[in-house]
């Protein structure tokens, strides 16, 4: 049988740290229960510009194709603020998510029991919340066209982006939606502004139309997004699953992330199509950035890159076992009480990247 | 001299009964401060919808244009959730933020000290909070242009709208925050996703140069809205003054809000521009919609409302004392533990919209 290939791409900042301690895991892996994983490294966004000077070469979108999975650090760097959009680090990430067809990002907000002091929310507000959003990602507003800025005869100028949603678009990502409500609380929340876009208008009467016609059997409810983002605050326990377009879930999966308090721990995976092969590209990135402000010294927190990793070997390699074993360990160790300093809190113990990385390999 | 016209647009829901409070608050600031307002009621919304076929009737318009002011209370209603977009209760704000050219939404985050527990955050991180968002209302993608949804050969549907921003309308709305500021804490944080959109690119380009030109005595930073999500959960009180595009001003200020805990206390005001008499229009408006699941009970909360009226006093009529008297009668209110169901809280006292209308006129 042929090898499993994953195609590994730390990206900028504290990307390469974190990432370093995923190898160990996955070298472990084959010694330890016998999967063996090919890796293939590469250069994205910032590192792959000052390198080469574009965030994405070619090659490396051919190797993603190629591989079985991505496992994608974070991209961005404010020392490339200056350049245009087609050259930023993060059009490494917009590339990526483009070239493969990666529609649908699933973005857990999960609360660890031992940190659930770190929400800025109440306690009881926040146990055991579980939220999965599910955001389109290579459609809507971030890659309509027209677009660009234009300078008018008196020489100001206009800005322009278009947001577009075909019925194609909305079902493909509203079914992903329902068919993971079924594996939990059988609940969707569809998101859009439809009292005043008519791209949303017709989000809310694709994702209606499809749940009678195909799933009927989960319960639907739609929201808007202003009165979502207040949801989220008020009582983030009332969702399950979240779907919605690509600038919404962008907001509103970040604002649910940070209701975690713990943006270090969450992980992220974004799915293609499923091939005639059965086949489905995929790529797994933690929900963090590159946060520039930390990179290189050694104390980034890298559990949400090593969960990153327990999604991929779920959902791409079917290896359950091996992602259940990897979650246990990182819970093992939140309750041991080791501690990033994104998570520090008080009486527990500060330990660094590497330390962090060890204790969960030591755990498994 | 001439009289000042108020027009009054209760609209639906609770807005009837919350705007019964504010003008008892009218008639006795003429019977005991001389304050002489003439005003004029007009049904607005789902109720005008019903009585006249129409959300919003021209005659309306022009009161609004003749009128020193207009204080709006609340439009939606959900039976109203099948006709088309021109013909929804939403459509007389729009129009009437469309018709007036009232660009700049100015929504307060504020939290009263009484109610710091109503927070879902934990105290320390918004006991004093106060945040001010001015929002663009005028432009992006709540008009732009084209948008629609049309049928493709297949069948199939495509949703369309438009973000549209020139340098004009992003200038104008810029200097509204850079004065506010200048009046408070003296920092403008702009925000808008100039990461994928180019029209939050010209946004930020615009706002600097402006900066530069003209206010560089104010402090100036930038952010992602995503991350504005996250840092309003995070740490709320970092923010002074944040400026922002209609669509993000809606979810953000929403979010702002919510994070007050109590939705039903806040009052906005959103004006146009200052015309060659000196005059400006204004509308006036509380934050909460119309609630039509407590509308007719008597239960709502009427101090959003008379803050809105507050408001208007101080920015329209440059009534600042009349203004700090019904704030400070609220206030009064608030210590003396009389609570609407929606700031409820335990060893508090329950009492209905009219019984906290008349704590306030009795503070006053
Ligand atoms: C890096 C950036 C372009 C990206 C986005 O806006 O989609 C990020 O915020 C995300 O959520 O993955
Ligand atoms: C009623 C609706 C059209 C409106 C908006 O989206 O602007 C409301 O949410 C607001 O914030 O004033």
Same mark, same amino acid.
């Given at each position: 049988?042929?090898?499993?290939?994953?195609?590994?791409? *730390?990206?900028?900042?504290? #990307?390469?740290?974190?990432?370093?301690?995923?190898?160990?895991?996955? $070298?472990?892996?084959?010694?330890?229960?016998?999967?063996?994983?090919?890796?293939?490294?590469?250069?994205?966004?910032?590192?792959?510009?000052?390198?080469?000077?574009? +965030?994405?070469? *070619?090659?490396?979108?051919?190797?993603?194709?190629?591989?079985?999975?991505?496992?994608?650090?974070?991209?961005?760097?404010?020392?490339?603020? $200056?350049?245009?959009?087609?050259?930023?680090?993060?059009?490494?990430?917009?590339?990526?998510?483009?070239?493969?067809?990666?529609?649908?990002?699933?973005? +857990?907000?999960?609360?660890?029991?031992?940190?659930?002091?770190?929400? @800025?929310?109440?306690?009881?507000?926040?146990? #055991?919340?579980?939220?999965?959003?599910? !955001?389109?990602?290579?459609?809507?507003?971030?890659?309509?066209?027209?677009?660009?800025?234009?300078?008018?005869?008196?020489?100001?100028?206009?800005?322009?982006?278009?947001?577009?949603?075909?019925?194609?678009?909305?079902? !493909?990502?509203?079914?992903?939606?329902?068919?993971?409500? !079924?594996?939990?609380?059988? $609940?969707?929340?569809?998101?859009?502004?439809?009292?005043?876009?008519?791209?949303?208008?017709?989000?809310?009467?694709?994702?209606?139309?499809?749940?009678? !016609?195909?799933?009927?059997?989960?319960?639907?409810?739609?929201?808007?997004?202003?009165?979502?983002?207040?949801?989220?605050?008020?009582? *983030?326990?009332?969702?399950?699953?979240?779907?919605?377009?690509?600038?919404?879930?962008?907001?509103?999966?970040?604002?649910?992330?940070?209701?975690?308090?713990?943006?270090?721990?969450? +992980?992220?995976?974004?799915?293609?199509?499923?091939?005639?092969? #059965?086949?489905? $590209?995929?790529?797994?990135?933690?929900?963090?950035?590159?946060? +520039?402000?930390?990179?290189?010294?050694?104390?980034?927190?890298?559990?949400?890159?090593?969960?990153?990793?327990?999604?991929?070997?779920?959902? @791409?390699?079917?290896?359950?076992?091996?992602?259940?074993?990897?979650?246990?360990?990182?819970?093992?160790?939140?309750?041991?009480?080791?501690?990033?300093?994104?998570?520090?809190?008080?009486?527990?113990?500060?330990?660094?990247?590497?330390?962090?990385?060890?204790?969960?390999?030591?755990?498994?």
């Amino acid at each position: 049988s042929q090898a499993t290939k994953l195609l590994v791409l *730390p990206g900028d900042g504290i #990307g390469p740290e974190v990432m370093r301690e995923v190898v160990k895991i996955v $070298h472990w892996l084959g010694d330890a229960r016998g999967l063996f994983l090919e890796l293939t490294e590469e250069l994205v966004g910032g590192a792959s510009l000052a390198a080469h000077g574009v +965030p994405l070469r *070619p090659e490396v979108v051919a190797l993603a194709k190629e591989a079985d999975a991505v496992l994608f650090g974070s991209v961005g760097d404010p020392k490339w603020s $200056h350049v245009s959009f087609d050259r930023r680090p993060e059009a490494a990430i917009l590339g990526l998510r483009q070239e493969l067809e990666l529609f649908a990002n699933l973005r +857990p907000a999960q609360v660890f029991a031992p940190l659930v002091d770190a929400s @800025s929310l109440k306690p009881e507000l926040v146990a #055991g919340l579980d939220i999965m959003i599910v !955001r389109e990602t290579v459609g809507g507003i971030y890659f309509g066209e027209p677009r660009g800025i234009e300078t008018l005869a008196d020489g100001s100028q206009r800005g322009i982006n278009t947001e577009v949603y075909t019925t194609s678009e909305i079902e !493909r990502v509203a079914r992903v939606a329902f068919e993971l409500a !079924r594996l939990r609380g059988n $609940h969707v929340c569809s998101v859009e502004k439809c009292n005043v876009m008519e791209s949303g208008l017709l989000w809310k009467q694709v994702v209606t139309a499809l749940h009678e !016609r195909e799933y009927s059997d989960v319960k639907l409810s739609h929201m808007l997004a202003d009165n979502c983002a207040m949801q989220l605050v008020r009582n *983030p326990k009332q969702f399950d699953v979240i779907v919605t377009g690509n600038l919404f879930g962008d907001l509103l999966s970040d604002l649910a992330s940070m209701l975690t308090g713990s943006l270090g721990m969450l +992980p992220s995976a974004t799915l293609g199509p499923v091939q005639e092969s #059965g086949k489905r $590209h995929a790529l797994y990135e933690p929900i963090h950035g590159s946060a +520039p402000d930390i990179a290189g010294q050694g104390i980034a927190n890298p559990l949400a890159q090593i969960l990153s990793f327990a999604m991929l070997l779920r959902y @791409s390699l079917k290896r359950e076992d091996d992602a259940a074993l990897i979650e246990q360990a990182v819970s093992n160790v939140l309750s041991s009480g080791l501690r990033t300093a994104d998570i520090m809190s008080e009486g527990m113990t500060r330990v660094g990247t590497e330390e962090m990385g060890a204790a969960v390999l030591q755990e498994m």
